[in-house]
T-cell receptor, first 111, second 114 residues
Framework: KNEVEQSPQNLTAQEGEFITINCSYS?????LHWLQQHPGGGIVSLFM???GKKKHGRLIATINIQEKHSSLHITASHPRDSAVYIC?????????????FGKGTKLSVKP | EAQVTQNPRYLITVTGKKLTVTCSQN?????MSWYRQDPGLGLRQIYY???????DKGDVPEGYKVSRKEKRNFPLILESPSPNQTSLYFC?????????????FGSGTRLTVV
C-alpha cells in the first residue's frame, strides 16, 4: 500500500467549476505539501501545511491531522489550472526530511 | 530572483558515457535533494544533502553519485548511465530540513539513455 494516496487520478472539469483533490497518508508527518506540475514539467510549491487551512487566491488547502487527510480546492476553475497536482508528506526533525510523494492528480479544465 | 537552476534541460546520451547534471541554488539553502520522476511511480528521492560535505542516500541511489563541495551546488553524476536511468530528474532545495520550510524545485532535466 502506498504511504500517500491521491484521488482522483484524473479529473476533467468545465471552466468555473469547484474542484477538490484529496490526499490521504498513512505515516506520521511534520508537514504536508501541495505541488503543481504544468505540462513541460516544472514543479511549483503551492502550499505547505502542518495544521488547519491556507488560502492563496482561488486555491485553498486544508489538513486534518487526526484523520490523516488533506484536500486541495480550486474555486472558479480556469483552463490555466490544468496541471498535475501532487501531494507530498514530510517527516523532519531527526530524519532526513524526506518527502514522500503521491502519484499525482491530472486536472484538465475545459473552456 | 530566487531559484534553483538545473542544466541541461534535455539530454540524450549513450549507455556507459559518464554525465553530470548540475544544480545550483541562490537562496543560501542548507538542504538539497535529487528526485527522479517516472510514469506510474511518481517522484522518488535519489540522494540528499543536509549541508556542505554531508550527503546521504535516498530511496533509489543505485547508479548515481553526488557531491556537495559548496553550499550552492549539488551535481548529480551518472558514472555509467543505463537505459533504466531514462527519466525526468528534479533538483530541489529548502532552507533547512530541521523545521518545515517550503521547497524550491528546478525546472527538470529530461534524460534519455539509449
Amino acid at each position: 500500500k502506498n504511504e500517500v494516496e491521491q484521488s482522483p487520478q484524473n479529473l476533467t472539469a468545465q471552466e468555473g467549476e469547484f474542484i477538490t483533490i484529496n490526499c490521504s497518508y498513512s505515516v506520521g508527518i511534520s508537514a504536508l505539501h501541495w505541488l503543481q506540475q504544468h505540462p513541460g514539467g516544472g514543479i511549483v510549491s503551492l502550499f505547505m501545511l502542518s495544521s488547519g487551512k491556507k488560502k492563496h487566491g482561488r486555491l485553498i488547502a486544508t489538513i486534518n491531522i487526526q484523520e490523516k487527510h488533506s484536500s486541495l480546492h480550486i474555486t472558479a476553475s480556469h483552463p490555466r489550472d490544468s496541471a498535475v497536482y501532487i501531494c507530498a508528506v514530510e517527516n523532519y526533525g531527526g530524519s532526513q526530511g524526506n518527502l514522500i510523494f503521491g502519484k499525482g492528480t491530472k486536472l484538465s479544465v475545459k473552456p | 530572483e530566487a531559484q534553483v537552476t538545473q542544466n541541461p534541460r534535455y539530454l540524450i546520451t549513450v549507455t556507459g558515457k559518464k554525465l553530470t547534471v548540475t544544480c545550483s541554488q541562490n537562496m543560501n539553502h542548507e538542504y538539497m535533494s535529487w528526485y527522479r520522476q517516472d510514469p506510474g511511480l511518481g517522484l522518488r528521492q535519489i540522494y540528499y544533502s543536509m549541508n556542505v560535505e554531508v550527503t546521504d542516500k535516498g530511496d533509489v541511489p543505485e547508479g548515481y553519485k553526488v557531491s556537495r563541495k559548496e553550499k550552492r551546488n549539488f551535481p548529480l553524476i551518472l558514472e555509467s548511465p543505463s537505459p533504466n536511468q531514462t527519466s525526468l530528474y528534479f533538483c530541489a532545495s529548502s532552507l533547512s530540513n530541521i523545521k518545515p520550510y517550503g521547497y524550491t524545485f528546478g525546472s527538470g532535466t529530461r534524460l534519455t539513455v539509449v
